[in-house]
């Protein structure tokens, strides 16, 4: 079973994901422009209200929170994430 972290701040949520496994399973292309990555850190963070759905449908019964971990960044205006680039992948 595979388990990814939630990061969070005080207006939103997205699930951590692996770029590449998001890439090997052919879901990148399914990711709206409201979540993030980084191309350097090969990380996906997936809009909770509508993209972390795509992990969940396509792992199933896969589909595990044991182990996984809360990352709360506090104010909007710091959280890291929004500093990312924007799906689609820019090449």
Not at 69 to 90: C, D, M, T
Request: glycine share 6%.
């Amino acid at each position: 079973m595979k388990s990814f972290d939630w990061h969070t701040d005080d207006a939103h949520e997205w699930l951590e994901v692996d770029l590449d496994y998001l890439m090997m399973k052919g879901l990148a292309n399914k990711v709206s422009s409201f979540s993030f990555y980084s191309k350097k850190d090969n990380k996906a963070y997936l809009e909770g209200d509508c993209d972390a759905k795509i992990i969940y449908d396509f792992m199933g019964e896969q589909w595990s929170n044991d182990g996984s971990k809360l990352v709360e960044h506090g104010s909007p205006n710091w959280n890291p994430i929004r500093n990312q680039k924007r799906f689609p992948i820019q090449k």
